[in-house]
């Protein structure tokens, strides 16, 4: 017999399914023409020839996902409901595209050197905003999506996002091939910000009851204790988080890859595009 809470999810199953799987994809758009492995780092590289502040674009995007989750954790486990704390919390991952449209266009007038301090100021933001969001986004999904249905979302909404991360990296090369500095970078997180903003309202529609029945402790979780006897004892989780500590360095030089073929091979910016989609791809 289903609880309350499970016939509601159950009852809201294809709506949800559609409105995030619809979020997944417009967002996927919105990162095409703001990548942090192609578009960002390009674009860090027109105001500074320091490849540690260009390396630093992926860098503070990966600190700002993950730090600000072990902090959180506790807080989100006692909500009742998710989706209000996950659609404040991910404006800030949205928001910092616009500040990065405007810091473009204000160049001419600033300089490179405060357009630079800017745009690390925004990228720095928009690290802490998704990792703001994402303790609240991933128990929002779990509980409105049933576990013999999370593994086909999460297949579907990475690929239809990485899809769509491809095309709109081709059509962010093209972009900057044809339009003049700085108005190249301006237009593609102008487009970013549009199609992340429209994003939001996908989002905005999840249904997602208020789950009267879950029981909160009175006290709060202790994390830090917490995660000690769980590293502790569980051998395949400290396992894994080598595997993920490993995987990063495997990563660490995409930033770097666009950059290199630019300045000793003269890639134009369409092929730029093209890169993006095969790494995305």
């Not at 500074?48 to 674009?57: E, K, M």
């Not at 659609?87 to 991952?93: A, C, F, G, N, S």
């Not at 301090?117 to 303790?135: D, K, P, S, V």
């Not at 690929?159 to 095309?167: E, K």
């Amino acid at each position: 017999m289903l609880s309350p809470i499970e016939q509601t999810v159950q009852k809201n199953l294809k709506h949800n399914l559609t409105v995030n799987l619809t979020d997944g994809s417009l967002f996927g758009v919105a990162l095409g023409f703001a990548t942090f492995s192609t578009i960002l780092p390009l674009f860090v590289a027109t105001l500074t020839d320091s490849a540690t502040l260009i390396g630093l674009v992926p860098a503070i995007h990966s600190a700002g996902w993950l730090l600000p989750q072990l902090f959180l954790a506790g807080h989100v486990s006692r909500l009742r409901q998710y989706k209000p704390t996950v659609l404040l919390m991910t404006i800030h991952e949205r928001a910092p595209f616009l500040g990065l449209a405007l810091t473009a266009l204000l160049i001419p007038i600033i300089g490179e050197k405060a357009a630079l301090i800017l745009a690390l100021l925004m990228l720095i933001w928009q690290g802490l905003g998704g990792g703001f969001t994402a303790n609240a986004w991933t128990s929002m999904i779990s509980k409105i999506i049933p576990p013999y249905m999370r593994g086909t979302f999460f297949g579907l909404q990475a690929g239809l996002a990485n899809l769509f991360i491809s095309l709109s990296a081709v059509g962010a090369g093209y972009l900057l091939d044809f339009l003049a500095s700085p108005f190249d970078f301006a237009v593609c997180f102008l487009l970013a910000s549009f199609f992340f903003a429209v994003s939001w309202f996908a989002l905005a529609a999840t249904r997602e009851p208020v789950d009267t029945e879950k029981i909160i402790p009175e006290e709060e979780t202790h994390f830090w204790d917490d995660a000690q006897k769980i590293l502790r004892r569980d051998f395949n989780f400290n396992w894994f988080l080598g595997a993920r500590i490993l995987s990063q360095f495997a990563t660490m030089g995409f930033s770097f890859y666009i950059i290199y073929a630019l300045r000793e091979f003269q890639m134009t910016d369409v092929t730029a595009g093209w890169l993006t989609a095969t790494l995305t791809v």
